[in-house]
């Protein structure tokens, strides 16, 4: 162990799959067992602790871990203090306010002398306190949806990413409060060996990540639309251009933002552009 990085994953749940994905995709391989509480990296100082995802603040603050996947919620309702090393991106959600048809919402005041059932009091708290809101707390662990039609709340704050669940227990989202997504936590106080293995650990990340919000694309172009081939792509430095045996074309590539993919993939076409191929690109640095 000593100068391993030593990484606290939820061991089953909502984050498990994507966070031992994501370190996969870095090229760092293990094998992890399900039912295991450790796990080894091979070929990297990386090892694995699988906990309860409540547990990961408070371990990777001890320093039993040096590194965490968690719920950005998971943290800030810890109240404890790490260092945010990266947002992840996945398992994102909000927590937000809810509440039958019938209650007539016109944003927090309304909540005023409410009971409002949470499993997140410290994030809720804050966000009343900031509209200084007086609300009661009822804080339940699990199945905060039901609490309103078992009569110990009028209202809840609890975590939704499509809805359904809300609306099969006859609630309506009244509004937003919190956005969470899962974040890379570190301690703070990182030995330099272990600083090293996390600065390589995160260049792999942001290739990764950089590479998950584009698309590689190439195209055959009759020459004399380069240029303006080339606003069409933008962003980039310069597309990569290749002749043809056919003298008035050339084979274009270049990386796109997945966001305007389709409008440059329809203004290309128009420009002329033939034989568009589509990529995904597994990992990128800028
Ligand atoms: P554990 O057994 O590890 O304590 P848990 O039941 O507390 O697990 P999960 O339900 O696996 O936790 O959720 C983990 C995290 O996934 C949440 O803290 C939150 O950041 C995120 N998440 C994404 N979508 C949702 C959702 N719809 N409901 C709850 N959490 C969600
Ligand atoms: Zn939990």
């Not at 709340?153 to 975590?159: E, K, N, Q, S």
Request: glycine fraction near 8%.
């Amino acid at each position: 162990m000593g100068n391993r990085l030593i990484a606290a994953i939820q061991k089953s749940g909502r984050l498990s799959e994507k966070s031992l994905e994501m370190i996969k995709s870095c090229g760092i391989d293990f094998y992890a067992d399900s039912r295991a509480l450790k796990a080894s990296a091979s070929g990297f100082p990386l090892d694995f602790l699988f906990v309860r995802d409540d547990d990961i603040p408070g371990y990777v603050s001890d320093g039993v871990a040096d590194i965490g996947i968690v719920g950005r919620n998971e943290l800030d309702e810890s109240g404890i203090e790490l260092e945010i090393v990266r947002d992840l991106g996945f398992a994102s959600c909000r927590l937000s306010i809810a509440a039958p048809p019938a209650f007539e919402y016109k944003g927090l005041e309304s909540l005023e002398g409410k009971r409002i059932a949470t499993s997140y009091p410290r994030i809720l708290q804050s966000i009343l306190n900031e509209k200084g809101v007086k609300a009661t707390p009822v804080v339940v662990s699990g199945s905060v949806e039901i609490t309103v039609d078992a009569g110990i709340a009028d209202a809840i704050a609890d975590l939704v990413s499509t809805g359904t669940t809300l609306k099969m227990n006859g609630l309506e989202e009244k509004e937003c409060i919190y956005r969470s997504s899962a974040v890379l936590v570190s301690r703070k106080d990182l030995e330099e060996e272990k600083k090293i293995a996390l600065r390589s650990l995160l260049e792999r990340l942001d290739a990764v990540m950089l590479a998950r919000h584009k698309k590689y694309i190439l195209f055959n172009l009759p020459k004399d639309r380069l240029e303006k081939a080339a606003e069409v792509i933008g962003g980039m430095k310069s597309p990569t251009v290749t002749p043809l045996m056919d003298e008035g074309w050339i084979s274009v590539q270049s990386a796109v933002d997945e966001g305007r993919f389709w409008s440059v993939f329809e203004e290309l076409k128009a420009l002329g552009a033939e034989g568009i191929l589509v990529m995904n690109i597994e990992k990128m640095t800028e």
